[in-house]
Each structure stands twice: as C-alpha cells, then as structure tokens.
C-alpha cells in the first residue's frame, strides 16, 4: 500500500473524493492540519498550501476549504475504529499511531484527574497528521563517527523539534542492527514510549528497524530500559526524547550493564545540553562519546556538528 | 391395504409436522442462546482485552457458531478492508446478508441489527453497557421462549398426533 492510500485509509467514505485528489498529485506532503472551522492547511516541511473543497490545493485563503467539527468527529471516529475507548489512552498522551506508522497529534479539552494527570481529551478540534517517511541512508554520514574498531560508541542526538532527530535515530538503529560496513550487527533494543520510531500498529513495527531490533511499544522509558536488558540482553539501546530523571537513572543502569546508547534529546547544541541540570550528571560521567547536533536551513534538516566527549568537534 | 397405508403415511406426515416445529423452537432458542453468547464474548473482548470492535469481532467469530461466525468475521474482513464505511452500516450491512437463515423473530432480529450504531463510545463502561444491554435482552428472551416451548411442544405433538388421527378418520 502507498503513502497516499495509507492516509486516504484514515478518511470516511464521503471525504475520501477530495482527499484521494490531492493526495495522489503530491507525494511529497509532511503533514495535514485540520482545525474545526479553520482552512485545511497542508505542509511539505518547506511550503504550505490551502486545501480546495474540489481537492485542488491553493494559497490563497479565501478559497480554501474549512473542517466542521461534524467531519473531525467523523475522522476521529474512524481512525479509532468506531471505539474510541480502546485508544484512550493514545488520546490521553495526545497522539494516534495509524498504520503505515503515522502519526496523528491531537487537541482539544482536557479533562483532568486530580490537578496534573489528565483523565481524557473531548471536544478534539484540531488534528495534525505527520506522514511518516523513513529516509533509508539518513545515517550513513554520520556512521564513520560511531565506531571506534568495530566497537560501537555510546551517541546522543541533539536538535530542536523538527530537525530530522527521530528520523536519523530510527535509520540508525535499523543499520546498527542489520550490521554496516563499519560494524557487525547486534541487537538493539527500543523502547518507543510513543511509537514514534517503530510506528507500531497492533503491536506490530510499520517502519524498518532492522533484523536484531526488539520494540518495546508505549512504555515508559525508564520502565522500559531496564525490563529490554533483563528480558532481551540488548548490545545497544535506543530511546527517542530523552527527557525526565527517571529516564537518566535508567540510562545509567544500561551504561552500567554493558549496554550501547543512542538516545535523541530536544535542544539547539552541546552548549545548551550543557546547562540543562538533569543531563550534567550523565555529561560528568562520561556515558556519551559522540553528540551530533542537527539544524535545519531552508527546509532541509543537515548534520551541523559532531563532537566528541570532550565536546571537541570530530566534525563541524 | 391401500386405505391402510394412506392412513399411516397422514399420520406420520402429521406427526413429522409436529416434530419439526418443535425441532423449529428448539433452534430457535438455540440461535437466541448463541446470540447471547456471541454478546457476552464481545463484551469481554472489550472489558478485559479493551479490543476494537472490529478486532473484538474476529475473535469472537473464532469461538461462535455459525451463522454468527461468518457473521462476525464478515464484519471484521469490511472493516478491515476500510473502504471508509462506518462500523454501523458495516454490521447492518452484513446482518441483513444472515438475517434470512435466522429463526429469530422481527423483533430480536431488530435487536442485533440496531446495535452496530451502539459504538464511537469514548468510555469503555458505556461500551460495555451496550453489550451487556444487548445481552441481557437476548438471555431474557431466550428464558421466556424456553418456558413458552415447554408447554406449547407438548400441545403441538397431541394437537399434531390429534389432527392426523382425525384427517385419517374423515378419509377413512
């Protein structure tokens, strides 16, 4: 099945003209955003464009077609399978994996449980659909720098949100599984909180990780790290976003058992990681040997520097 | 001889007819036990596996008896096919393809069909309820036809038995 289809699968019967149109002619579309009463807006990472009701895309406002609430409803009611309860907890965290490993953010009145964790997410009026591509090769540049005689060196990604992190860690982790030409394939252990690297559907991964890569799907980091080396002895572990303490307890743990790291963490350079206070004790010791800092210049996301544990450039 | 014969074969005729209506009521309850069955099934597909409708559907086509099993599986293979049709029109559209090999009447027909527009609940228990509404309904009726069988299988098998004695009788 082609991207195309994959996102015209997430469509009700009566939507499906206008969308099969525009989706057939660009192949090229990032992200649909969909707002109650608000244009269709649609994305390639570098333009945008309004949505026509006849399926023609256009800039100008005026012409673009609106969502009514009664057609968000209807998509949600569909992705969901007509039961919404067997994805709330999805919706609680804001976010649908569809097949094909897309993603769909969500938005609309949170209800809370207690005073910060929230019981469920009604009145959705606003969608965002990110069309998963796996760019096969993302990570051949940066491999050279990843191993040191065959040996692989602990890594961490680093770049603000939307640079490309995900998508080199996910390519990462299907060559250091299958094995490159700077190193043999080993198992590789992932823990995808928010199945955003596997895109798993039922369990099962959507994108290609690799012949020795166990998923551990929607499962909280810390969590997961430590119950993938009991159960699953993985030789490198990945886990997208790093973020909280408990993450970085676990992440010691793992180092300490032996086992490689590639993690991906939100910030704009190694200066910036450097002031973050929950990283300062894994930065002391040393867990890391290589920082790879992204950026994005004219829509397109590049590798701008590589640094070594000293925070030297290996590559700039 | 020949009169003798005739009289045996109204006889057996009436009685035949007699044993197949009971044989009819028999599967009647019978078909509204499955139904009831397939609805508990569901409802803990749902309860404890927390499974989609569709999903909820295969698995239970699995364990049910036909007609229900190719029922339940049709259901799931539309909606697997996602040609874009709501789950609703997808189970109204498949019940009505087994509807005329059921014994069910109109109204316990009606139940199962007008259930597939019981879905797009965001909580579970409501879900639930649904089921366990539809089900309890089935449990019920199946309950009443039990004891309304009862006592109507031994009039049809005497009226039955009657009515053939009296037909061989006048044609005697």
Known sequence: ??????????????????????????????????????????????????????????????????????????????????????????????????????????????????????????????????????????????????????????????????????????????????????????????VDERSELAGAYLGRAQNNLGIRTDVLDACPKSVGMLLLIRSMAPRVIAIDELGEREDIQALQQAALSGTGLMVTVHGEGVEDIKRRIFLQEILKKRLFQRFVVLKKENGSCRIDGIYDEDFQACLR | MFKMIGALFILTGCMAYGVLSRIQMQLHIRQLKQAEKVMESLGSEITYGKAALYMACRETAGRAEEPYAGFLQQVYEAGFQNEGQPFADIWKQEFTKIAGKLLLKEDEQELIYCFGACSGYMDVKLQESAVERLCREMGKRSAESEQECRSKMKIVMCLSAAGGMVLTMMLL
Not at chain 1, 47 to 75: P, S, Y
Not at chain 1, 120 to 145: H, Q
């Open chain 1, 1 to 190: 099945m082609s991207k195309a289809e994959e996102i015209i699968g997430l469509f009700p019967d009566y939507l499906r003209p206008m969308w099969t149109k525009v989706l057939r002619k660009m192949d090229n579309l990032q992200e649909i955003r969909l707002r109650n009463e608000r244009p269709v807006l649609l994305s390639d990472g570098k333009h945008e464009w309004f949505l026509k009701e006849d399926g023609q895309v256009t800039h100008c406002r005026e012409e673009a077609f609106c969502m009514g609430n009664r057609e968000l409803q209807a998509i949600l009611n569909h992705i969901c399978q007509y039961s919404l309860y067997a994805y709330e907890d999805e919706i609680r965290q804001g976010y649908l994996t569809v097949p094909g490993g897309h993603r769909i953010g969500l938005a609309g009145q949170v209800v809370l449980e207690g005073k910060e964790s929230i019981r469920t997410m009604k009145y959705i009026g606003y969608m965002n659909i990110r069309i998963s591509r796996e760019v096969l090769g993302a990570a051949d540049s940066l491999l050279p720098f990843l191993y040191d005689r065959g040996n692989f060196r602990n890594v961490m990604l680093i770049s603000p949100p939307g640079c490309g992190k995900t998508t080199l860690l996910r390519d990462l982790i299907r060559q250091v599984s299958d094995g490159n030409r700077y190193g043999d394939g080993r198992t590789v252990g992932v």
